[in-house]
């Protein structure tokens, strides 16, 4: 063998064994997620505890796992309770419902709620701005719902979902996460049996809750939980309210006296008191406001940057210079002058005729 030969054979020596590293490399990861972010996890339980605090209604869980390697499939879904479990889906959903129900009712359940949830979707990207079909999440991860059959089997799946024991006393519907490095993932949404009761009101029923725990879903999935912005809770519970219901409750002197003076937008608003819960009402009677008088892209405007951006920042990309809250009082004010003449500006008498 001469020189030049010993030569080649060196070069394609070489080129085989990087061929043979990086393919190695390659499978050992090509299952695995990129990370996202590191996560800060002292400053998100911070917001996260603001979160649970404030929150009367419980309507979510949120854990933070920075372990890894993760599986987001749905593979485990129902982990230790898969026996006593039946279930349907389709592209999108998969619902759970008990072994034990009635098959017909159960089935029955089961299909009202995959319908009710391929409707909310374009209801959730008109006003969220997004939303994430399995082939946006990984491991092309199906949104899963869970319906329970009584008080116990919905405290026991939240609770295993939750890997914790959960307070869900008096909640109807609780959306479930974990946000990883990798970045977050819905773990499943839980709907109280009661909402399928018969003569339970319109607010209270499964249409409403689901589409409610929808709009979590949505937006657990596009937080930046690197930014490390905060957001107050009526952000999540008003749009989740406003998606869910479409009819503001919000009427009275009194409610707008008290958001006059007890709900800044840059803060929590009040949890207790007699018009508690105020991130629900409050939160949605500003979202319809946002609707009605910049347009009803707007909410997903607003949204988009709320993902990435805190609530004065986002405030300001949609109402420049104006006071948005001032306008909101204004805008109830006038929608409020037929039932409630004492908020009537004496200068706009004409208004009402
Ligand atoms: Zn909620």
């Given amino acids: 063998m001469n020189m030049k030969t010993n030569k080649f054979l060196?070069?394609?020596?070489?080129?085989?064994?990087?061929?043979?590293?990086?393919?190695?490399?390659?499978?050992?990861?090509?299952?695995?997620?990129?990370?996202?972010?590191?996560?800060?996890?002292?400053?998100?339980?911070?917001?996260?505890?603001?979160?649970?605090?404030?929150?009367?209604?419980g309507h979510f869980v949120i854990n933070f796992d920075d372990s890894g390697p993760f599986d987001f499939s749905n593979d485990k879904d129902?982990?230790?309770?898969?026996?006593?479990?039946?279930?349907?889906?389709?592209?999108?959903?998969?619902v759970y419902y008990p072994k034990d129900m009635d098959p017909r009712t159960g089935s029955y359940r089961?299909?009202?709620?995959?319908?009710?949830?391929?409707?909310?979707?374009?209801?959730?990207?008109?006003?969220?701005?997004?939303?994430?079909?399995?082939?946006?999440?990984?491991?092309?991860?199906k949104l899963s719902i869970y319906l329970p059959g009584n008080d116990a089997a919905y405290t026991r799946i939240i609770n295993e979902l939750a890997g914790t024991?959960?307070?869900?006393?008096?909640?109807?519907?609780?959306t479930i996460s974990t946000v990883t490095q990798c970045g977050p993932v819905v773990d499943g949404i839980v709907i109280n049996p009661y909402c399928f009761e018969p003569g339970v009101s319109e607010l209270d029923g499964y249409r409403a809750t689901l589409r409610h725990e929808m709009s979590h879903y949505v937006y657990f999935m596009a937080l930046d939980y690197g930014s490390n912005v905060s957001h107050p809770l009526w952000v999540a519970e008003g749009i989740a309210e406003f998606i869910g219901r479409q009819q503001p409750q919000?009427?009275?002197?009194?409610?707008?006296?008290?958001?006059?003076?007890?709900?800044?937008?840059?803060?929590?608003?009040?949890?207790?008191?007699?018009l508690q819960l105020a991130s629900y009402w409050a939160g949605e009677s500003f979202f319809k406001f946002v609707s009605d008088s910049c347009g009803v892209k707007a909410p997903a405007e607003l949204m988009s940057t709320l993902y990435d951006y805190s609530v004065p920042v986002a405030l300001s990309s949609i109402f420049r210079d104006s006071d948005p809250k001032d306008r909101w009082l204004?805008?109830?004010?006038?929608?409020?002058?037929?039932?409630?003449?004492?908020?009537?500006?004496?200068?706009?008498?004409?208004v009402k005729n």
């Fill in 10 to 57: 060196i070069i394609a020596a070489a080129f085989i064994l990087m061929a043979f590293i990086t393919g190695y490399i390659y499978h050992r990861g090509k299952h695995r997620h990129p990370f996202r972010y590191e996560l800060d996890l002292v400053s998100l339980n911070d917001w996260y505890e603001g979160l649970v605090r404030k929150d009367g209604g």
């Fill in 78 to 94: 129902t982990g230790s309770d898969s026996l006593r479990w039946s279930s349907k889906e389709d592209d999108y959903f998969i």
């Fill in 110 to 141: 089961a299909s009202n709620c995959l319908e009710v949830a391929h409707r909310a979707i374009p209801d959730l990207e008109s006003s969220m701005g997004r939303y994430y079909y399995p082939q946006d999440v990984m491991d092309n991860r």
């Fill in 165 to 174: 024991t959960v307070n869900s006393e008096n909640s109807i519907g609780m």
């Fill in 250 to 274: 919000i009427s009275g002197a009194d409610s707008i006296k008290f958001i006059a003076t007890q709900c800044n937008l840059d803060e929590e608003f009040p949890s207790d008191g007699r």
């Fill in 330 to 350: 204004e805008s109830l004010r006038q929608s409020d002058t037929l039932r409630h003449p004492e908020y009537l500006d004496p200068k706009a008498n004409h």
